[in-house]
DNA sequence: AAGTAAATCGAAATCGATTTCGAAATAATA
DNA sequence: TATTATTTCGAAATCGATTTCGATTTACTT
């Protein structure tokens, strides 16, 4: 390994010199730098993260952590395609992403400890449970954090407003006359509330009411358990005429579950999803859903992120983003 | 931020003694071992990874580095499912996961000078193109990496076995009658043209012969390609009976083009594809694939790149999985 | 030429850990 | 009790950088 030791004794000056070559400063020769530079280049010197991070006491470092209900992870396509744009966007201002577990090997440790130990600079958590007390612990340190889909008072957010896409759904399905309709809700977390809750405003504004005998928990992202749902449902005496299912995933298992009962979509019963990830736009029926704009969340995320880290006035803040409707084929007028 | 410094002043003994008895180290009474470990714990110590990793010369890090034809990263289906895999495997054996770029904030950097900036134990590669002068430069260092679906003699590698892969499908529509069959590659990478000559020789071994006009380039992991290349296809004058994609993706472009010109699958036209990721099998027609085991490669490349960094004398290594077929509804016997 | 200002460089401290080796305290043995 | 062996501890060097501040050299003025 190539040290500025190293190249001080090749070209004959002090480490001190070396490091201000390499940095900028104006207190170098140019001649000198010039020579410092391009034995370093020679050498194949690269910078130690470590040693630097250790004496600037800041690691351009950035931590993720991911967690949702059904264990998918990485492979979960909404949080995919924000972290894709949150990678990217978080490159771009020199930071590294790293993403943050609860163990080290095979002692547990807790996330703060995790983020501590590795001393990212920051951290961008999507959780579809945020109430668990290692996630509090993170939410009440002094770690800038930036939190996708969820709303807190501790830390800044970026989430997309719920009472928006709940009535760009819910008018959607009753201006097409649905009025028995059924919502498939995910694992009751703080979003999932804040959307039954919207729902029944959204409802209320129709002049309607939406109960709690409307609603059916599933799970996000899991076709398995929309599937399983879905079947149960359709074994009622009287099937709703339109379903909203918690997220696009989800939805296809509802959507599955429906052909494989005989009926076609949207003919004899219509559905939607939530959050526009891509898939649903290249299945047949392409799903009606509310686009979550993954990309904006993404990039809006890292830059405030960058900001929090970056510069120490700046102030928590909840970037509430407005959906879109992306009107597919799995809806049809009830005649 | 709290040091062993701060811990030794707390109770009144040397650092060394603090780092030795949190470490485990014999020669620490044991009741001052408890003193330190309780006070530690007490002033919420975490030790500094970067100090650590200075004087251990080990960051427990390990660098991935993807890059694809489309640009879509970790939200590619097939990498996502194996890099969630391998991040588990890593984590568990005290490994953090950090993505490697080739620009650190605004200047450019080649990747191998990335990971030597960050420190990488070792790096995980899956690309689809292995040809570029920035992946040389990695593949000839000396740096532990694993290659994911690539073969090369400098590093070790987790592939899927062409050969296998492909005479499962041909011999799958040479069962169900096709003679006429279309194969839609992807970018001509190492592992297209094993996967184009397996398909050759597939093809030999029952008497038949597969030629350079049965092969259309299209691009890995891109439905509107897929879609845009199959339409071209289905103006031919005589069209083929069955199609194979380069991956599952790829194919539902080809299904829905298929469609939308008026065709159904499997009645009309079959339609194989490769990789076998979860997306194929929760569609309609489910499609007819091969499925690379996603969650066993991710495992094994861990635990290979693992062996590769902590004992000095393992060897490099090409693991060959062998693939199974998915017979979904994409194909039917050509009457 | 002398004095001042500006440019150029480097010694040493520092970041937070680990590890070697010697010193001091305690225990064991003769 | 004196001697030796064993525990227990800590001073100091080290990892690879950055940064302060003083020293030296060079350039500029009069």
Redesign the interface.
Known sequence: ?VTIYDIAKACGFSPTTVSKALNGYSDVKEKTRRLIKQTADEMGY??????K??IKRK???IGVLFQDGEN????H?LF??I??SF??VA????Y??????N????TRLSYL?HC????VDGLVIACTDFYSDEINELLDSDLPIIAIDYSDERVSCVTTDSMAGMTLLYDHLYDLGHRDIVYLHGELTYITLDRIKALKKAAEKRGESFNDEQLIEAKYYS?KTGYSVMKELLQRDERPTAVMVCDDFTA??AI?AS?DSGLSIPEDISIVGYDGI??SQ???PRVTTVKQDAEKMGALAAEKLVRLIEQKDEERETLVMLPSIIIGDSCKNKE
Chains 1, 2 share one sequence.
């Open positions: 390994m690269y910078p130690n993260s470590q040693a991070a250790l690691a351009w470092n998918i992870g990485i492979t396509p995919a395609e972290l894709e990678k990217k490159e771009s201002h020199g590294d992403v790293t993403f943050i577990s163990k080290i090997g095979d400890g501590k130990y590795r001393q076709v296809l298992g599955n052909i891509q898939i290249l299945l047949r």
